[in-house]
């Protein structure tokens, strides 16, 4: 007697490979905390980088942590409006399974496959300076009055870097990013830039700007 065929269902097999997919990346975007209220009642927006992700979590490196079982808020270019809860927390940010529907993991999937194809399809950068996104983001501020915060470099250039931190200081204002003084010169959603008041050298720019000496 012939054995019973068992056909594959290959839409199934292709949900289940796409679900089990992980990727390394250093994606850019914004991340609030549920838990973290300002003076005026509202959420703070900051900067942050994913690292790895899968379609059941991500690994953020963030300038402010929250605690486990934190819901977070997060948006991302590459896949917009993302929820889920803090499990973990680690020296430069936290981990977080995402909340999702099983539609909504299967097309999130989707598009982690997509982005791991064309990740490195860059865009020109016609900027005077090159920007640069530094392999390990932290370092610290010092404002005029000596107080020293942590805080969350975005990118940099030898003119100036885009900052995320657990402050909006204003226009203007002068302070120091690691070793190197500049004032902000603008404000955007997740941090804020600070232009330096001289232009530093590509060889020296990374060891001075990630001088960290929290008080």
């Not at 980088?49 to 948006?75: Q, T």
Request: proline share 5%.
């Amino acid at each position: 007697m012939m054995p019973d065929l068992v056909w594959a269902d290959p839409v199934a097999e292709d949900a289940s490979r796409l679900r089990s997919i992980s990727i390394i990346a250093s994606i850019p975007g914004r991340y609030m905390l549920t838990r973290r209220i300002d003076a005026n009642g509202n959420r703070r927006e900051l900067s942050c980088r994913v690292v790895r992700l899968s379609p059941y979590e991500m690994v953020i490196v963030a300038p402010l942590n929250g605690s486990i079982g934190e819901r977070v808020i997060a948006n991302f270019m590459e896949f917009g409006r993302i929820e889920g809860t803090i499990v973990k927390t680690h020296d430069l940010g936290f981990v977080m399974t995402l909340s999702m529907r099983e539609a909504e993991r299967d097309l999130f999937a989707a598009k982690i496959a997509w982005y791991e194809k064309h990740k490195n399809h860059d865009v020109a950068d016609n900027r005077k300076f090159k920007r640069i996104v530094p392999q390990s983001p932290h370092s610290t501020i010092t404002l005029a009055d000596g107080d020293t915060i942590g805080a969350f470099v975005i990118d940099m250039s030898v003119s100036g870097c885009g900052v995320s931190a657990d402050i909006e200081p204003r226009l203007g204002e002068p302070l120091a990013v690691g070793k190197i003084v500049g004032r902000v010169v603008r404000h955007f959603p997740g941090g804020f830039g600070v232009k330096f008041i001289e232009t530093q050298s590509p060889q020296t720019l990374e060891r001075l700007l990630f001088a960290m000496e929290l008080k």
